[in-house]
């Protein structure tokens, strides 16, 4: 029985303890902006941007310090009356385009992502190479004939027999 009253006093403790920590998950309310549509404008623009910490999970999701403070900076901008565009290229000049959950298309992302294919057509083109060169080698010489080896063994009796 006191192990029951231990465990239940745990809990209990442990609930007394952690309640304000998941308070303090919850967004600040000071951060939403007053306008529901500046609101949805500013989650939709924070949706498309990568956490920082994270990485795989944009500003609206993560619960990073930074990504507060980027989901601040991107209101205050809206709240400016910035479009879409203006936000995501102020944070991608600040930021890099890593920032970017989905990255615009552009010649560096297709040679990013081409390049493995671009391995293996380069090693299979050189295996091809290879051995279409190996089979081309020309072949052995035919083997001695009776008349070459005599001749052969002569020259090396000699060469054993000479000062």
């Not at 900076?73 to 995501?88: D, F, L, Y």
Request: one cysteine or more; aromatic letters at 6%; a positive charge.
């Amino acid at each position: 029985m006191n192990m029951r009253r231990f465990l239940a006093a745990s809990c209990v403790g442990f609930s007394l303890i952690a309640a304000p920590a998941l308070v303090l998950a919850v967004d600040d309310p000071m951060e939403m902006l007053p306008n529901p549509k500046d609101e949805a404008r500013a989650e939709a623009i924070g949706s498309q941007l990568r956490c920082l910490v994270c990485q795989n999970e944009s500003i609206e999701d993560s619960s990073a310090g930074l990504a507060r403070d980027l989901r601040r900076v991107v209101r205050e901008h809206v709240a400016k009356g910035e479009n879409n565009q203006q936000i995501m290229d102020w944070m991608v000049n600040r930021y890099g385009n890593f920032i970017r959950l989905k990255p615009a298309f552009s010649f560096s992302t297709l040679l990013l992502w081409s390049m493995p294919v671009l391995a293996l057509l380069l090693g299979l083109v050189s295996a091809f190479i290879f051995y279409r060169r190996r089979a081309a080698a020309p072949p052995s010489p035919p083997p001695l004939t009776e008349e070459e080896k005599t001749r052969l063994a002569q020259l090396t009796k000699d060469k054993d027999n000479a000062p």
